[in-house]
């Protein structure tokens, strides 16, 4: 995982080093987390090595760490400190390292990391504002301070093994052009993160299938193969602890389950020492799990995972995104590819593989959007389909007077006359969850039918139909697959009328599939 969190207070970025980043939750052998300087930027301004509370203030506060002298041009209440990006280790390794202390699972996991912020220190941009000039320029620097810690929040006061890094990137580089420092603008850093993401991990696993662990993927991700589940599931007491304060809250957004943790986590605990957590750890495991933990440690084979080329992932992620959506951003292509082939390819062969993909790219602002020529094609298919539709079938509702649910409010009264009144052979309804679309959908297949017409619904996916539109009434509700699927059911579909709840969930290839003598 990578979180990429901002910082807008001096102050509290000084206290953030002295209480988060510079302490663990256990006693190391020197006391406290050591920090260490990275990036172009840093070495610009004379800084190496470890990182100390002088340093890191002075750049907090705008300052250069050795000079003193005020660093970029503006210093004002409110400003964007830097950002912190953390990166995250699968549970399963995070257990591994802490229980083997294996030096290269943490060497694969720091260089992952490095290789991860120097492919992100590249995409370092500062604003140009002179001479009436509205642009960023890349000026490819950044300062970073790292801080490897090995363990989560306590939960009753004890953590749990938590592998992770802290980079706290300070909002300074260095533009040649201008020959000053200046604000570092990280639009196009936050953009990339989902890429980061994906990249950092598929580097990490790369290198521990060449130590010869085995990967295992997951549908959110993937974990060392053989770790027992019951064992991550010890050890993830945090997680749980926050995902069961969120269900009796009700809450369901991630960013609020994020702030959640923030505000019900525990004060760092500083009175043990890792002999003490070893123990504690130890007393929650099963002779046999402990077992299984050794096998996997040390008895590594050829490591892998189930054999994915580049060309493999790269097809899968096109045809994945591209499903339900005409223009993707190329991040979201490399990264959708990095986490099919997690284990097996690298960032640099997926984007090699990519490149000949020739797909048709264009740059908007600040992204990088694509389509192909394929997805282009069924665009076009189906605005023609829409359009040679126009004003060319006879309106749903005939010809009497309309009549309307006195329940129905003044917009769906209007939906339902358009869906009634209307001459096309495609038409549309488009509204926010909660605004009562299925209320005047039953009003509106109610009128239809009562013309002698028979209404087909449908939804892209099985909740959707043969839960939520089946308890509204709709008896024979079903997927489109289904219906894509079922010869029979098509003959019965035509010259009727096809409703698609949810629509916008449907793939342009699947609405080009159902073109022919239907109405939807």
């Given at each position: 995982?990578?979180?990429?969190?901002?910082?807008?207070?001096?102050?509290?970025?000084?206290?953030?080093?002295?209480?988060?980043?510079?302490?663990?939750?256990?006693?190391?052998?020197?006391?406290e987390?050591?920090?260490?300087?990275?990036?172009?930027?840093?070495?610009?301004?004379?800084?190496?090595?470890?990182?100390?509370?002088?340093?890191?203030?002075?750049?907090?506060?705008?300052?250069?760490?050795?000079?003193?002298?005020?660093?970029?041009?503006?210093?004002?209440?409110?400003?964007?400190?830097?950002?912190?990006?953390?990166?995250?280790?699968?549970?399963?390794?995070?257990?591994?390292y802490?229980?083997?202390?294996?030096?290269?699972?943490?060497?694969?996991?720091?260089?992952?990391?490095?290789?991860t912020?120097?492919?992100?220190?590249?995409r370092?941009?500062?604003?140009?504002?002179?001479?009436?000039?509205?642009?960023?320029?890349?000026?490819?620097?950044?300062?970073?301070?790292?801080?490897?810690?090995?363990?989560?929040?306590?939960?009753?006061?004890?953590?749990?093994?938590?592998?992770?890094?802290?980079?706290?990137?300070?909002?300074?580089?260095?533009?040649?052009?201008?020959?000053?420092?200046?604000?570092?603008?990280?639009?196009?850093?936050?953009?990339?993160?989902?890429?980061?993401?994906?990249?950092?991990?598929?580097?990490?696993?790369?290198?521990?299938?060449?130590?010869?662990?085995?990967?295992?993927?997951?549908?959110?991700?993937?974990?060392?193969?053989?770790m027992?589940?019951s064992?991550?599931?010890?050890?993830?007491?945090r997680?749980?602890?926050?995902?069961?304060?969120?269900?009796?809250?009700?809450?369901?957004?991630?960013?609020?389950?994020?702030a959640l943790?923030?505000?019900?986590?525990?004060?760092?605990?500083?009175?043990?020492?890792?002999?003490d957590?070893?123990?504690?750890?130890?007393?929650?495991?099963?002779?046999?799990?402990?077992?299984?933990?050794?096998?996997?440690?040390?008895?590594?084979?050829?490591?892998?995972?189930?054999?994915?080329?580049?060309?493999?992932?790269?097809?899968?992620?096109?045809?994945?995104?591209?499903?339900?959506?005409?223009?993707?951003?190329?991040?979201?292509?490399l990264?959708?590819?990095?986490?099919?082939?997690?284990?097996?390819?690298?960032?640099?062969?997926?984007?090699?593989?990519?490149e000949?993909?020739?797909?048709i790219?264009?740059?908007?602002?600040?992204?990088?959007?694509?389509?192909?020529?394929?997805?282009?094609?069924?665009?076009?298919?189906?605005?023609?389909?829409?359009?040679?539709?126009?004003?060319?079938?006879?309106?749903?509702?005939?010809?009497?007077?309309?009549?309307?649910?006195?329940k129905?409010?003044?917009?769906?009264?209007?939906?339902?006359?358009?869906?009634?009144?209307?001459?096309?052979?495609?038409?549309?309804?488009?509204?926010?969850?909660?605004?009562?679309?299925?209320?005047?959908?039953?009003?509106?297949v109610?009128?239809?039918?009562?013309?002698?017409?028979?209404?087909?619904?449908?939804?892209?996916?099985?909740?959707?139909?043969?839960?939520?539109?089946?308890?509204?009434?709709?008896a024979?509700?079903?997927?489109?697959a289904?219906?894509?699927?079922?010869?029979?059911?098509?003959?019965?579909?035509?010259?009727?009328?096809?409703?698609?709840?949810?629509?916008?969930?449907?793939?342009?290839?699947?609405?080009?599939?159902?073109?022919?003598?239907?109405?939807?």
């Amino acid at each position: 995982m990578l979180r990429v969190v901002a910082h807008t207070s001096a102050a509290a970025a000084r206290k953030y080093y002295a209480e988060g980043l510079k302490r663990e939750d256990y006693y190391s052998e020197k006391q406290e987390v050591v920090g260490k300087w990275h990036g172009r930027a840093a070495g610009l301004l004379g800084l190496s090595g470890d990182v100390d509370r002088e340093q890191f203030a002075a750049l907090v506060e705008n300052h250069h760490p050795l000079t003193g002298e005020k660093l970029t041009p503006r210093t004002k209440e409110g400003r964007r400190v830097g950002y912190d990006l953390n990166f995250h280790a699968p549970k399963s390794l995070s257990v591994l390292y802490a229980l083997t202390q294996d030096k290269d699972v943490l060497k694969a996991f720091r260089q992952a990391v490095s290789d991860t912020m120097t492919e992100l220190e590249a995409r370092a941009e500062t604003r140009v504002r002179r001479k009436g000039a509205r642009e960023n320029r890349i000026t490819g620097n950044l300062a970073w301070a790292e801080f490897v810690h090995f363990t989560s929040r306590p939960v009753g006061g004890i953590p749990d093994p938590h592998l992770h890094v802290h980079c706290f990137t300070f909002n300074a580089t260095f533009d040649q052009t201008e020959s000053r420092w200046k604000a570092a603008e990280f639009g196009a850093i936050k953009r990339e993160a989902h890429y980061a993401e994906a990249a950092f991990h598929a580097r990490l696993t790369a290198s521990l299938v060449a130590q010869g662990y085995a990967i295992e993927r997951r549908k959110s991700g993937w974990e060392i193969k053989g770790m027992p589940a019951s064992v991550i599931a010890k050890f993830s007491r945090r997680t749980a602890q926050i995902e069961r304060l969120a269900d009796e809250m009700g809450i369901k957004d991630a960013k609020a389950k994020d702030a959640l943790g923030a505000a019900s986590r525990e004060g760092k605990r500083h009175g043990m020492t890792f002999s003490d957590l070893l123990a504690a750890w130890s007393v929650r495991l099963t002779d046999d799990e402990k077992v299984q933990i050794s096998k996997v440690c040390y008895e590594r084979g050829q490591g892998g995972a189930e054999r994915v080329t580049a060309g493999q992932a790269v097809d899968y992620a096109i045809s994945k995104l591209f499903e339900r959506q005409s223009v993707v951003e190329r991040g979201h292509i490399l990264a959708a590819a990095l986490r099919f082939g997690v284990g097996e390819t690298s960032p640099e062969a997926i984007k090699a593989e990519f490149e000949r993909r020739q797909l048709i790219g264009r740059k908007i602002g600040d992204e990088h959007l694509c389509t192909s020529v394929d997805v282009l094609a069924e665009e076009i298919a189906l605005l023609a389909f829409v359009r040679a539709g126009r004003n060319s079938a006879m309106p749903l509702g005939g010809k009497g007077r309309l009549s309307y649910s006195e329940k129905l409010s003044e917009e769906q009264r209007a939906a339902v006359k358009h869906l009634l009144t209307s001459a096309d052979q495609v038409m549309a309804i488009r509204g926010g969850a909660g605004v009562g679309k299925t209320t005047l959908m039953k009003d509106a297949v109610a009128a239809i039918e009562a013309q002698g017409l028979k209404v087909f619904a449908f939804a892209p996916s099985a909740v959707a139909s043969r839960e939520t539109l089946r308890e509204a009434g709709f008896a024979g509700a079903d997927t489109v697959a289904h219906l894509m699927l079922n010869t029979k059911l098509q003959k019965q579909v035509r010259g009727q009328v096809i409703w698609i709840d949810e629509a916008g969930l449907l793939g342009t290839r699947d609405s080009v599939a159902h073109h022919g003598n239907r109405r939807a």
